[in-house]
């Protein structure tokens, strides 16, 4: 060994050990250029380098010149192990996804083939564009995986709906027909008294939906105390519409508009 090479491999080590690789990796690959048949080169090289299939050409360079050398051999069984293990994901992805393309070239979205992405879910992998993508903590990911991982937090069943709807109309009617009954004659105070109301109670309509269905969560069950509450709502805001103009429809629409609100904040 030169002693110019000497000097390359004792400083890519010496910067390798303090963290910085990306000048181990240029100091130890000068050291294999000025000597190819140096061994400890190769070696320290094997250890700094990112790609598995360098690893795995530096490993090989050294059993060419020592064909004995346990760490070379060591290294190498390692190195083989792993490309075996993302070989084997890489078919198991393309199995349950055959259109997707896995060599890191643009592929089209699974949801809008016209439009050509680099971008991917971080869980199954398929191409998805901007549009598509949904940021998680731990990455972009497609429609169907996040719709997956919600269904874990729905423990409803089709039935709670029916409870719900049951439960939520009644309530809704009563609550309506008071709410715009008793808040016509406040005249133009309706809209402050209305504006704290109607979130309460729509609330209680809510709760009393929860206490239904034992506390069970489904993905359309806000939906349906939202469309029970329109439903049983709307007639009383046509009617005042038509007795008394737009101070008439104001009670029910406030109703509407933060009962909606209120709902979906406490059935979410």
Same mark, same amino acid.
């Given at each position: 060994m030169s002693d110019i090479t000497k000097d390359l491999v004792q400083q890519g080590q010496?910067?390798?050990?303090v963290g910085d690789l990306s000048e181990a990796r240029r100091?130890?690959?000068?050291?294999?250029?000025?000597?190819?048949?140096?061994? $400890?080169?190769?070696?320290? #090289?094997?250890?700094?380098?990112d790609s598995l299939e360098y690893?795995?050409? !530096?490993?090989? *360079?050294?059993?060419?010149?020592?064909?004995?050398?346990?760490?070379?051999?060591?290294?190498?069984?390692?190195?083989?192990?792993?490309?075996a293990a993302q070989e084997e994901r890489v078919v198991a992805t393309e199995s349950l996804h055959p259109a997707i393309k896995m060599d890191g070239s643009p592929a089209f979205c699974y949801r809008?083939? $016209?439009?050509?992405?680099? #971008?991917?879910?971080?869980?199954?992998?398929?191409?998805?564009?901007?549009? !598509?993508?949904? *940021?998680?903590?731990?990455?972009f990911r497609c429609p169907e995986c996040i719709r997956e991982q919600e269904n874990k937090y729905y423990s409803g069943t089709n039935m709670d709906y029916i409870?719900?709807?049951v439960i939520a109309f009644p309530l809704s009617l009563v609550?309506?027909?008071?709410?715009?009954?008793?808040?016509?004659?406040?005249?133009?105070?309706?809209?402050?008294?209305?504006?704290?109301?109607?979130?309460i109670v729509a609330g209680f309509i809510a709760e009393a939906v929860r206490w239904g269905v034992k506390k069970r969560r489904s993905r359309y069950l806000r939906h349906v105390v939202i469309g029970c509450l329109i439903a049983a709502t709307l007639p009383f805001l046509l009617v005042g519409l038509m007795?008394?103009?737009?101070?008439?429809?104001?009670?029910?629409?406030?109703?509407?508009?933060?009962g909606t609100a209120a709902i979906s904040a406490r059935l979410r």
């Amino acid at each position: 060994m030169s002693d110019i090479t000497k000097d390359l491999v004792q400083q890519g080590q010496t910067a390798a050990r303090v963290g910085d690789l990306s000048e181990a990796r240029r100091l130890l690959t000068r050291a294999t250029q000025q000597d190819p048949d140096n061994i $400890e080169a190769w070696l320290a #090289l094997a250890g700094v380098v990112d790609s598995l299939e360098y690893k795995k050409k !530096c490993f090989n *360079r050294v059993l060419e010149l020592n064909p004995d050398n346990v760490d070379a051999k060591a290294g190498l069984q390692m190195i083989e192990t792993k490309l075996a293990a993302q070989e084997e994901r890489v078919v198991a992805t393309e199995s349950l996804h055959p259109a997707i393309k896995m060599d890191g070239s643009p592929a089209f979205c699974y949801r809008h083939p $016209e439009v050509e992405t680099s #971008l991917r879910c971080n869980k199954c992998g398929r191409p998805i564009c901007p549009r !598509c993508a949904v *940021r998680t903590p731990v990455g972009f990911r497609c429609p169907e995986c996040i719709r997956e991982q919600e269904n874990k937090y729905y423990s409803g069943t089709n039935m709670d709906y029916i409870i719900a709807a049951v439960i939520a109309f009644p309530l809704s009617l009563v609550v309506a027909g008071l709410f715009t009954t008793i808040l016509s004659g406040f005249g133009f105070f309706v809209l402050l008294i209305g504006f704290f109301v109607a979130p309460i109670v729509a609330g209680f309509i809510a709760e009393a939906v929860r206490w239904g269905v034992k506390k069970r969560r489904s993905r359309y069950l806000r939906h349906v105390v939202i469309g029970c509450l329109i439903a049983a709502t709307l007639p009383f805001l046509l009617v005042g519409l038509m007795a008394n103009g737009i101070w008439g429809a104001i009670s029910p629409g406030l109703l509407l508009f933060l009962g909606t609100a209120a709902i979906s904040a406490r059935l979410r």
